[in-house]
Structure formats: structure tokens, C-alpha cells
């Protein structure tokens, strides 16, 4: 893949993406609930209600956190889970991603709707 995986943001987390992130960490369940200094049962929900559940926003910045400490191969591993699942993962934006970057397979559209709710 030819994208920047550190330029990685999720304009909203659901707890699809953030299984995804716990897979791409290759932790467990409890070990990523201590990660995110969150109760393993958190965890367990986020992933049993998939898309439906957003996480709040408090938890929200937890998960922005632990994405940004992620190393590069394990951001690729993210960014690799999330392919095919709504576009809520973007790689930059039109204003800081170079102009020969934008058109590239990883840059995933976000809608308005979904820029509007990732400010709550």
C-alpha cells in the first residue's frame, strides 16, 4: 500500500473500528482494556455492538491516543482491518496530504455528516 499510515485519523469511532485497533495492536481483551486504562467489559461491548455502539467522546480520545502511539506497522495493520468497512478512517485531509497523495487507494471519503459528528 502506498499511503502515509501516520497520518491515520478516525473522524468517529464505533466499536468496529476499535476492534479493528485492538486487532492491529495484537492485544487481548483485557490487555487492551488496561492499555486504554478502561474496564475489559468496555471492550467487550464496543465489540459485540460493532458499528451500532459510539464510544464516548471522552473514550473516543482514549482510542485517538492509543492510535497515535500505534508504530507504523501496526497503523498499516489498522488501516488494513478497516478496509471495506464504513469510511470513517481517512489518511490526512485535501490540506495536508500532498496533491499527488489524494488520489491515492487509502484516502477514504468522509461525509459531512461524519465530519459534523466527530466534533462532539
Known amino acids: 500500500m502506498n499511503c502515509p499510515e501516520d497520518l491515520v485519523t478516525v473522524t468517529r469511532w464505533s466499536g468496529q473500528e476499535a476492534a479493528a485497533l485492538r486487532l492491529a495492536l495484537r492485544r487481548s481483551v483485557l490487555d487492551f482494556a488496561h492499555h486504554l486504562g478502561v474496564a475489559p467489559r468496555t471492550i467487550a461491548n464496543w465489540?459485540?455492538?460493532?458499528?451500532?455502539l459510539i464510544p464516548t467522546v471522552s473514550c473516543q480520545a482514549i482510542l485517538d491516543t492509543a492510535l497515535e502511539q500505534a508504530t507504523t506497522s501496526e497503523r498499516?495493520?489498522?488501516v488494513s482491518l478497516g478496509k471495506g468497512t464504513t469510511p470513517l478512517i481517512v489518511v490526512g485531509s485535501s490540506t495536508t496530504v500532498p496533491e499527488h497523495m489524494r488520489e491515492a487507494s487509502c484516502l477514504?471519503?468522509?461525509d459531512a455528516a461524519s465530519r459534523s459528528q466527530a466534533g462532539r
Open 76 to 78: 498499516a495493520r489498522f
Open 47 to 52: 465489540e459485540a455492538r460493532g458499528s451500532t
Open 108 to 110: 477514504l471519503p468522509v
